[in-house]
């Protein structure tokens, strides 16, 4: 079955930098990779997903890209704000469900 | 608007008294799920309802049952919950053409007194 490896666990950034976030997975048949977005008590929220068709997505500050050969996707937020402290998983599909990574705690300091 | 409704937002429960979670939706999608999710760690699956097609994972314990009355609403039951019971648990749903864009409720935060 499919595994999904995400890291940093952890990541800093100051308000205005940009964070990246890194993800790879197991299975080459996977065709579907989501990210969500969850806040402190809150159910976890899909901001940006990526098929296997295209490399990469853009929808303002966040994109993701896709490297089916090497198995990897990324997410990369630009001008980060405080509003972006959350944590973030990545997932890859598998069949009928989604298998997600670990998560990305990040914390934007204005 | 169209959503995913999760009752109660907060439960307590003793030790061993069952408890029931719900889950409500008004997206019309076929795919309702039920996850687990404990501090600091990834939604985990427990099981999911294609239509009234139950789907239970290999892992998930006897105790968690579940039950689809119609398109709208699923029930989690926990039949004797434990202290290690206490979680969030996440409702999600999807279409039956797109299962993997799965859009969540706002969770039940589970306490197990």
């Known amino acids: 079955g499919e595994n999904v490896e995400q890291h940093p666990s952890t990541l800093s950034v100051q308000e205005g930098d940009s964070a990246v976030i890194k993800c790879t997975y197991s299975?080459?048949?996977?065709?579907?990779f989501p990210w969500y977005k969850q806040e402190l008590g809150k159910g976890p929220q899909l901001i940006i997903d990526?098929?296997?068709?295209?490399g990469e997505k853009k929808d303002q500050r966040i994109a993701v890209t896709l490297n089916k050969t090497a198995k990897h996707f990324s997410l990369h937020i630009t001008e980060t704000q405080p509003e972006d402290s959350a944590v973030y998983f990545c997932?890859?599909?598998?069949?009928?469900?989604?298998?997600f990574g670990t998560g990305t705690r990040l914390q934007v300091f204005p | 608007d169209a959503m995913v409704i999760q009752n109660p937002r907060y439960q307590v429960t003793q030790f061993g008294k069952p408890v029931t979670l719900s889950c409500s939706q008004t997206?019309?999608?076929?795919?309702m799920y039920w996850y687990q999710q404990k501090s600091s760690q990834a939604p985990k699956l427990l099981f999911h309802?294609?239509?009234?097609?139950?789907?239970n994972e290999a892992d998930t314990p006897d105790n968690f049952q579940s039950r689809r009355p119609n398109t709208s609403f699923c029930f989690l039951d926990i039949r004797s919950p434990g202290l290690g019971d206490a979680a969030m648990y996440l409702c999600?749903?999807?279409?039956?053409?797109?299962?993997?864009?799965?859009?969540f409720g706002p969770g039940t935060r589970l306490t197990v007194t």
């Open positions: 299975d080459s048949a996977s065709n579907y």
């Open positions: 997206l019309n999608h076929n795919v």
């Open positions: 997932a890859a599909e598998d069949t009928d469900k989604l298998i």
């Open positions: 999600a749903t999807s279409s039956g053409t797109a299962f993997y864009e799965q859009y």
């Open positions: 309802y294609y239509d009234k097609d139950f789907n």
């Open positions: 990526i098929r296997s068709n295209v």
